[in-house]
């Protein structure tokens, strides 16, 4: 099998795999389950330095975004998108489909956004229930100042929903300072967990919001409301998948049980980053690097499909082209969680360069 180095799915550890094979019980009917799911839920609140609580829902990173937008938006919503990059722009979709009204204040794709001007745009605009922004933008690589760009929106009364999916555990995440009211989540990123949950935390702002609605949530299974009381009821609102919620916390603990791991992610990614331009190549952007992923422009003379695939078959490593807006254009190195370690980036960024040497 290739060695995975993609911005995600991420290769999962022994501990994290070893749980999953567990003893299973029946998650609606034990009790302890109920215990269990909840120490999972709070692993999660610590990590994100937050009182919010936070659910995990079986789904993929996108069901947690889409339950941010579903249970927010009622029709005629007016709503900030954010949007400098594919996951940002996609933003507005959801909004839609709820009935939403997505104004979109969109942004050079090659830098972050910057809270200043955001702060002159909002000075003429800011009637909007909440705003949605993507803290990684994992297609490009880019990184948003979240921790500037969320308190500026909060003085206006505007919620935030946060896409933290693909820098979360690899980013230093602080909700409750950098006042994030839906921060969402994904098992498959940087937590370097098997593909299937998310999670998000809930302020108290956003949890009222809910409650204040005019109209009901137009979802089931996107209703975040089904899983505030959970616990007291000992009630969820469908079968919770016990062995993967095994992993994730064996997972989570890898974190806590890892100090140094914000500033190993600080250090493989500026890393990679310079060993491959002082090769003379170029990364995607000129402001807000992620410290999980890293974009490298393909260079002419290439495509990306054959720098991709003669990574793999020279070096037995996977890497990722990228997608929509990026198509053909950026190659992907995913430098989170277990990836995230000094040899695999050296050993990576080895083979890329031998691979795009080629071109001269
Ligand atoms: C991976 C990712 C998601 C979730 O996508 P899935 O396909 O559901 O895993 C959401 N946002 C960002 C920025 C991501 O990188």
């Given at each position: ?17 070893l ?17 269990f799911?909840?120490?999972t839920?709070?692993?999660i ?10 659910y995990?829902?079986?789904g993929?990173g ?7 937008c ?35 204040y969109?942004?050079d794709y090659e830098?972050e ?11 003429q ?13 994992t ?12 308190p ?15 820098s979360m ?7 409750d ?19 299937g ?11 009222r ?7 009901p949530i ?10 505030e ?9 469908y ?11 064996f ?9 140094g ?6 250090e ?6 310079t060993?491959i331009?002082?090769?003379g ?14 974009a ?9 499909e054959?720098?991709l ?10 890497l990722?082209?990228?997608f ?15 990836q995230?370690?000094?040899l ?11 691979v795009?040497?080629?071109?001269k």
């Amino acid at each position: 099998m290739l060695k995975l180095m993609t911005p995600g799915p991420t290769r999962v550890r022994e501990n994290v795999r070893l749980a999953r094979s567990m003893e299973t019980t029946n998650p609606d009917l034990d009790l302890t389950f109920y215990d269990f799911y909840k120490d999972t839920c709070d692993l999660i609140s610590q990590i994100l330095s937050t009182k919010n609580p936070s659910y995990i829902l079986s789904g993929e990173g996108i069901l947690g975004l889409e339950a941010a937008c579903a249970s927010l938006t009622e029709p005629g919503d007016r709503v900030l998108v954010l949007d400098n990059g594919v996951f940002g722009r996609g933003f507005a979709d959801f909004v839609r489909i709820y009935g939403g009204e997505p104004v979109l204040y969109t942004t050079d794709y090659e830098e972050e956004i910057d809270p200043e001007a955001l702060a002159g745009y909002l000075e003429q605009d800011h009637a909007f229930k909440y705003a949605t922004v993507v803290h990684c933008d994992t297609p490009s690589g880019r990184r948003n100042p979240i921790q500037e760009i969320c308190p500026l929106l909060k003085q206006y009364g505007i919620l935030t929903v946060v896409d933290a999916v693909a820098s979360m555990f690899g980013e230093k995440i602080e909700a409750d300072a950098w006042k994030l009211d839906i921060l969402c989540g994904g098992s498959q990123k940087a937590l370097s967990a098997p593909i299937g949950l998310t999670f998000v935390t809930v302020s108290e702002d956003a949890s009222r919001a809910m409650h204040e609605r005019n109209t009901p949530i137009a979802s089931f299974y996107a209703n975040l409301l089904n899983f505030e009381t959970y616990y007291e009821d000992k009630w969820f609102p469908y079968t919770m998948p016990v062995s993967d919620i095994y992993g994730l916390y064996f997972a989570l603990k890898n974190v806590i049980e890892d100090p140094g791991i914000y500033q190993r992610h600080q250090e493989n990614a500026d890393y990679v980053r310079t060993a491959i331009r002082n090769a003379g190549y170029q990364i995607y952007g000129n402001s807000g690097y992620a410290n999980t992923v890293t974009a490298v422009v393909v260079p002419e003379g290439m495509t990306a499909e054959e720098i991709l695939t003669g990574v793999a078959e020279e070096s037995g490593i996977m890497l990722a082209g990228s997608f929509d807006t990026f198509a053909g254009k950026l190659i992907r190195i995913g430098h989170m969680g277990e990836q995230s370690n000094a040899l695999d980036v050296k050993l990576t960024v080895e083979a890329l360069l031998k691979v795009l040497s080629k071109s001269k």
